[in-house]
């Protein structure tokens, strides 16, 4: 398994979860890096993006002002702080490395995948 994504569970509305996904084989300090959610019946969806060294981050309109992507390449792990979590957040989140070194909110830009970690938000 390349990528890890971990830090899922059950919360109530306006509750809080982080998000990690770490690579244990350090393939991917030079990449992008990315977050996207499933929800039951939707297309995979583009959530947050974030550069190879920690700039260029980006979100969807959906969650800007309440999630936060970081990184720390030193160990090898990216973040998704959700904060204010709502009942439509509710998915499987997936988090994705770029094939390039920007952050990209595009689906056919990444090629690899974790496997993918539950948030259920409880209304």
């Known amino acids: 398994v390349q990528l890890q994504a971990s830090g899922g569970g059950l919360v109530q509305t306006g509750g809080s979860l982080r998000l990690s996904c770490n690579s244990s084989?350090?393939?991917?300090?030079?990449?992008?890096m990315g977050w996207f959610r499933r929800a039951p019946g939707k297309e995979r969806e583009f959530v947050a993006t974030?550069?190879?060294?920690?700039?260029?981050?980006s979100y969807a309109d959906s969650v800007k002002g309440r999630f936060t992507i970081s990184r720390d390449n030193a160990k090898d792990t990216v973040y998704l702080q959700m904060n204010s979590l709502k009942p439509e957040d509710t998915a499987v989140y997936y988090c994705?490395?770029?094939?390039?070194?920007?952050?990209?909110?595009?689906?056919?830009?990444?090629?690899?995948w974790g496997q993918g970690t539950q948030v259920t938000v409880s209304s």
């Open positions: 084989r350090r393939m991917f300090r030079n990449n992008g």
């Open positions: 994705g490395a770029s094939r390039y070194a920007r952050g990209t909110s595009q689906v056919a830009h990444y090629n690899y």
């Open positions: 974030i550069d190879w060294n920690g700039g260029g981050r």
